[in-house]
């Protein structure tokens, strides 16, 4: 079955540096999302992606978070200035049509655990 | 707002049913879903339920959805040890995003 994958699985950083975490969707899929978990909270959404613009992006999804799709396969979240409490793990989703045209679940990859110094 | 919430811990017997609860707020939620997590790994989705729907089935899970009280549950028949892992209860906007409740502990005892 497809999946989707995500890398690096662990990722640790200085504070105050960039991070880029990657994400490769299922390749039919056209809708993809990144969501994070703290350590112990629920998993929170961060941002939408459709047709090479944000569809939607909540409010911790600020000016040093950026997406982008540079290639046509992979997805990538990049923090511009990590602080301590970007420490969480980052899930990266994909579904398969746009929103409201029938259900069209998403699917999660694995994760990549950011851990800030 | 948009809320999802669940109870954190769930323990049963090997063979048991078991019966995750999850209530939610937002009353123009088009799908709600149940991902299982296991140690070290991703959200994988295990069923999901149109918010039109009463039931759905699927092998061992059962979904009963009550709408008017906004209350969704995941029952897992003949449970077994393979099944302990965190069960996340989500909404799905009208938007696309899904709010997440903070995910129950399922053990399941021997």
């Known amino acids: 079955e497809p999946e989707v994958t995500q890398t690096p699985s662990h990722q640790v950083t200085q504070m105050g540096q960039e991070v880029i975490l990657r994400c490769v969707p299922i390749s039919n899929h056209l809708y993809f999302y990144w969501y994070r978990q703290i350590l112990g909270q629920k998993v929170e959404f961060l941002v939408s992606f459709y047709n090479n613009e944000i569809s939607e992006k909540s409010e911790i999804f600020d000016d040093q978070f950026s997406v982008e799709r540079p290639d046509g396969s992979n997805f990538t979240l990049k923090i511009r200035s990590t602080k301590l409490e970007d420490s969480a793990m980052y899930f990266c989703a994909s579904s398969e049509a746009p929103t409201g045209r029938g259900n069209q679940p998403q699917h999660f990859g694995d994760g990549t655990r950011l851990s800030i110094l | 707002g948009e809320d999802v919430e669940q109870s954190l811990f769930l323990s049963v017997r090997e063979g048991d049913s078991s019966v995750i609860n999850c209530t939610y707020t937002?009353?123009?939620?088009?799908?709600l879903y149940w991902y299982k997590q296991e140690p070290g790994a991703g959200l994988q989705l295990l069923t999901y339920i149109f918010s039109n729907m009463d039931m759905k089935q699927d092998q061992r899970l059962t979904v009963l959805l009550n709408k008017k009280d906004k209350h969704l549950s995941l029952r897992i028949a003949d449970t077994q040890t393979g099944d302990s892992a965190i069960y996340f209860c989500?909404?799905?906007?009208?938007?696309?995003?899904?709010?997440f409740g903070q995910g129950t502990e399922l053990s399941v005892k021997p």
């Open positions: 989500a909404e799905r906007n009208q938007g696309g995003k899904l709010i």
């Open positions: 937002d009353s123009s939620s088009t799908y």
